[in-house]
């Protein structure tokens, strides 16, 4: 049996067996990315880059992401008043690229920062785990999980790019005004069609993959945990409203509190940076963005169907970022901006490298490619356009009136 049919063959299996023959979204969602043997991030069906990956990310596009990036950190060692050691912990480390960029960076930039600096790499999946520790053999970088770090350890700042829009979702619906959580079931096609209460996952486009031999198909039922409302009631969203239709979709993200809890509570003293796609509340559930933002991505093309190439491909939904500002509140994180990361970038100094490119010599070919680079990281319906939460813990009022230099736009 492959990979493929043995992690459908285990989420069927967890689907019979539990209560009412049904699993949330979530818990699909979770076996599929991260079953320990077959899930997508878990084997070494994950695969990020340009070529024969699913998606790329802003380190894969140039070291300046990383570079900028390390400037921020530079100044909030400066702020904190210059703490040995200062501690990085990245969750989601990717390929272990940013890491690199960031370390090289420091290391020929600011060699004092560099000998007091901790890097830590919180990183869920073993084969990204295994292409980190061979990129980083040079460095002194730690691997641990979240868990295992104690409470009140980190003086620094904990940091991840597109790491929360990986976490499972529970997904509802509206039905006649009421909130609905939307369950995963399987059925045999063959055998069975799916009852009036139930409705089959879409069909896709051809070229972006195959189903698989168990069919799983969608139903409705009662949330499975008050926290569903309590999580609408926390971001102030009123779905019973008019204007919201029939049948309206979305996600809740309750993962990405559990998260954001306990980094708050492994933070004594710095910072929490999150680099994401994602929308304020209001604009996320926008009454016409009405199936949600659920996306899967299958050799960088991108669609909407989640019960195709199981474990093969990428599922993420867009960031909530008011959840993560309310929710951090509750854990003593003082919300210290929210920027662009195109704005972001420029006001670490991006704008001087793109202005660099007219003095250097090189290959017209190798000046047009990076410029493309560069101007990829600021394009706003891209790249650019993602969004830069950075929250604060333990600050006093000195340390917290220095504003940062990432958010800083100029007059």
Known sequence: MDSNSALCAAIANHITTSPQQRITFAEFMDMVLYHPEHGYYSSDAVKIGFEGGDFFTSPNLCPDFGELLAEQFFQMWEILGK?????????????????????????????????????????????????????????????????????????????????????????????????????????????????????????????????????????????????????????????????????????????ALDWLSIVADRLQRGYVLTIDYGYPANRYYNPRRSQGTLQCYYHHRFHDNPYINIGRQDITAHVNFTALERWGEKYNLKNIGFIQQGLFLMALGLGDRIAALSYQKQLLSQLLQRRDALHQLIDPTGLGGFGVLIQSKGLNNTETSQPLKGLTLPG
């Open 83 to 255: 703490p040995v050691p200062f501690t990085l912990v990245e969750m989601g480390a990717g390929q272990g690229l940013l890491a690199l960029h960031i370390l090289k960076y420091h290391q020929l930039r600011y060699p004092d920062f560099f000998t007091t600096l901790e890097y830590i790499i919180v990183e869920k999946s073993p084969a990204l785990r295994e292409e980190q520790q061979q990129r980083l053999q040079d460095f002194p970088v730690r691997w641990c999980n979240l868990e295992e770090i104690p409470p009140n350890a980190i003086a620094g700042c904990f940091f991840s790019n597109e790491l929360v829009d990986a976490f499972p979702v529970h997904q509802f619906v509206l039905e006649t005004g009421e909130l609905r959580e939307i369950y995963v079931t399987t059925s045999n096609l063959t055998l069975q069609t799916p009852s009036s209460e139930s409705f089959s996952p879409p069909l896709i486009g051809e070229g972006l993959g195959e189903r698989s031999n168990f069919a799983f198909i969608e139903l409705t039922g009662e949330p499975s945990t008050p926290q569903l409302a309590e999580y609408l009631d926390l971001v102030e969203m009123d779905l019973s409203q008019s204007t919201y239709p029939d049948g309206y979709r979305s996600e809740i993200n309750l993962a």
